[in-house]
């Protein structure tokens, strides 16, 4: 009688302890929201919307950063005060929201120019960027320009830890005029 009235009330403790993770989950999630925008849809131009993007991406790259293992000027140094426990719980906050493209208006030419500069992107994101191969792979329809061209550039320099080798050959066999032209292709995408 004792074991199971212990039992009852341990399975009581959890149930009531759900909100207070949730709460605690959000909260970690606030501290996102002056960068990357209310419920992970950015503002900047140069700072990437992350609700909604899968849970595998966004756990990899940020342990990635955590580690040190790929590069950034902000995040690596802001992780570091995060458990891989929390940063998990992170992934899981934002995927769970809605992916909300930032469409952005680029000439005719432009994005023509841009949709051929993409073609090798095709294969692991989709023809507009909406639909990765994998859970590994980020969407980038809607994305902003300006954050997808300063990672195509990060990608061509070897001095800069990304520690995607298929994205870095891709991005090399760019001509440099192409990276602007790709990142305003998929900035324009709804789908």
């Given amino acids: 009688m004792k074991a199971s009235s212990l039992a009852l009330l341990a399975g009581l403790l959890t149930v009531g302890m759900q909100p207070a993770l949730a709460d605690e989950t959000e909260d970690l999630a606030r501290s996102c929201n002056s960068c990357h925008g209310f419920n992970g ?14 849970e595998a991406y966004l756990k990899n790259v940020m342990l990635q950063w955590k580690r040190g293992e790929r590069y950034s000027a902000t995040m690596g140094r802001h992780f ?3 458990s891989d426990e929390e ?5 899981t906050y934002f995927s769970k929201l809605p992916w909300v493209p930032v469409v952005q208006q680029a000439d005719a030419k432009l994005l023509a120019h841009g949709k051929a500069a993409t073609e090798r992107c095709e294969t692991c994101h989709g023809a507009t960027g909406s639909e990765p191969d994998d859970a590994d792979t980020p969407k980038m329809n809607g994305q902003w320009a300006q954050y997808l061209e300063l990672e195509l550039l990060k990608y061509r320099t070897d001095a800069v830890n990304m520690p995607h080798r298929k994205m870095r050959n891709n991005v090399k066999r760019m001509a440099a005029e192409d990276l602007p032209a790709a990142a305003a292709f998929y900035a324009a995408q709804p789908k």
């Fill in 80 to 82: 570091k005060g995060y």
């Fill in 41 to 54: 849809v950015s503002v900047g131009p140069n700072m990437p919307s992350i609700g909604g993007l899968s």
């Fill in 87 to 91: 940063l998990s719980k992170l992934a």
